[in-house]
């Protein structure tokens, strides 16, 4: 019966036997060089190697070295293998990092002493493998410095922006964090030299419509551009589990930023899918209000309030529980919710507002479009849009107002959490209108770390959107990297509370 081996001891015999057959040295690396380049343990290669001692591959013994079979060696010893037989082997790892783009073409190397830690050899080591590859004309040495330089082009992995959006390159974008995300998301992008593409998906309509940059249909677009990896936002979506579906279709790997109910509920169920899926629902977790639950205990308040509008979401019931986790190792402690639950965000009050159609009532525009070139027209949406913004806000400070007053009578809660830094700058707002001495008000909490939060001087809970970010893209370009090996389908990062004297 045939000896079974298991899959990486097989793996390795497969790549020693691949630097056997590429090199024209007499003998093989040492045993630790070669765990190195296999990226496996000593005792993996040592098994290797005898199961190609057996195949008759390589001769020679522990402690001896070990020489390829049919190759004369100049010496019973191994010939000095430390100093020429690593050198070509680092020389060889450079030349493939050179060839593969690690370096970028124009631009010096690393300083030698750089690359000597790097790669884990000498100064005088590294010093003449850089001559060596100087001589094959693959890099150029101009002063103390050398570069690498070449004519070809490699191409740059195209990577799809999912998002919703009524044509094509119109994504929606309304909210600070969404306008953060795509920022950080474009530089990152950059700094992995990867090209972003935009596909709008208007999932209003009765049969779901995705518009591509170059108007062919989502399938072929995927196909004919290469796309690695697609990004999927589920902001504004009317079903964005539903999108979710049709993109699992094409089998390319998806980063998930979860802003919605809907695809919250997909990450249990798609599970199994974590190699090629996976989510980012920081901001829908429990995290949050965990951490400002301990920041809030840390700083000595023992009876805290939770005033959300929005509590209908399961973002709002998380960060509450999350509260409730902090306050479970305490038994002085407590949370207060007052909330609302008939909302989801803010967004359904302002389809409230919408829903009436009070502009062109309250409003005549008539005479600013006279005034204005045809091109400017447009920009009377955004007149309408701060009109219904205004009303929006004035109906979720009516459901505020009422959550506030049920926590004043409470006179010992020293500290108010709120759903969000819009909610808590709705609540300063009505304070400073009111003339209320910062000595009365109790410690005042938000989350998002908006700039009006910070004009406001409120303390508030930042989510890592720069780490989402990078994982969501080190997830396309490296499906398998370390973040993924946990088993859970979901990433979620810890943000950090910024602290203000308000």
Request: net charge positive; proline share 5%.
């Amino acid at each position: 019966m045939k000896k079974r081996s298991a899959p990486v001891l097989s793996e390795t015999v497969r790549k020693i036997r691949g630097i056997i057959e590429s090199s024209t040295d007499e003998c093989l690396p040492p045993v630790r060089n070669l765990a190195g380049l296999c990226m496996v343990s000593p005792v993996t290669v040592i098994r290797a190697i005898a199961v190609l001692r057996e195949e008759g591959v390589i001769e020679g013994g522990w402690g001896k070295g070990y020489s390829i079979a049919g190759k004369k060696t100049s010496s019973p010893k191994v010939t000095n293998y430390q100093k020429t037989g690593k050198v070509k082997a680092i020389a060889r790892m450079l030349r493939n990092d050179i060839n593969e783009g690690k370096y970028p073409t124009h631009q010096p190397l690393p300083s030698i002493k750089q690359l000597s830690a790097y790669y884990n050899v000498s100064y005088p080591s590294i010093k003449k493998i850089l001559d060596m590859l100087c001589k094959e004309n693959i890099i150029k040495r101009n002063g103390v410095r050398y570069h690498f330089f070449t004519s070809r082009i490699k191409p740059r992995p195209r990577i799809a922006i999912v998002a919703f959006g009524t044509g094509r390159n119109s994504v929606k974008i309304e909210t600070e964090r969404e306008r953060n995300f795509y920022r950080l998301l474009s530089t990152a992008a950059m700094n992995h030299n990867v090209r972003l593409e935009t596909v709008c998906c208007d999932d209003s309509l009765v049969e779901p419509q995705f518009y591509t940059p170059d108007d062919t249909p989502l399938e072929h677009f995927l196909r004919s551009k290469d796309i690695c990896g697609i990004i999927l936002s589920s902001y504004h979506m009317k079903d964005s589990a539903e999108c979710l579906r049709k993109l699992l279709q094409y089998n390319i790997p998806i980063s998930a930023w979860v802003e919605d109910h809907r695809i919250q509920k997909m990450i249990d169920r798609y599970s199994g899918n974590r190699k090629k899926l996976s989510f980012f629902d920081s901001s829908y977790s429990i995290l949050p209000g965990l951490e400002v639950g301990r920041y809030l205990i840390g700083k000595g308040h023992k009876k805290i309030a939770y005033i959300s509008p929005y509590h209908e979401s399961p973002w709002s019931q998380n960060r509450l529980s999350g509260l409730k986790k902090a306050a479970n190792s305490y038994p002085d402690v407590q949370i207060f919710p007052f909330v609302c639950n008939q909302f989801l965000n803010d967004y359904y009050f302002l389809m409230k507002v919408q829903e009436e159609s009070s502009f062109d009532r309250n409003c005549s525009t008539r005479r600013i479009v006279k005034n204005l070139h045809p091109f400017l027209k447009n920009g009377i949406s955004s007149i309408r849009f701060e009109h219904d913004t205004l009303l929006r806000d004035s109906l979720i400070f009516t459901e505020c107002e009422r959550l506030m007053k049920q926590a004043l009578e409470n006179s010992s809660i020293t500290a108010w959490v709120c759903a969000n830094d819009h909610v808590a700058v709705l609540i300063t707002d009505y304070w400073n209108h009111c003339s209320v001495p910062l000595a009365q008000r109790p410690a005042l909490m938000g989350f998002d770390n908006s700039f009006k939060s910070f004009e406001r001087n409120i303390s508030s809970y930042e989510f890592n959107a720069f780490g989402e970010v990078q994982l969501m893209l080190n997830h396309l370009l490296y499906p398998n990297s370390s973040h993924l090996l946990n088993n859970k389908p979901a990433v979620r990062l810890s943000g950090r509370i910024v602290e203000r004297a308000g």
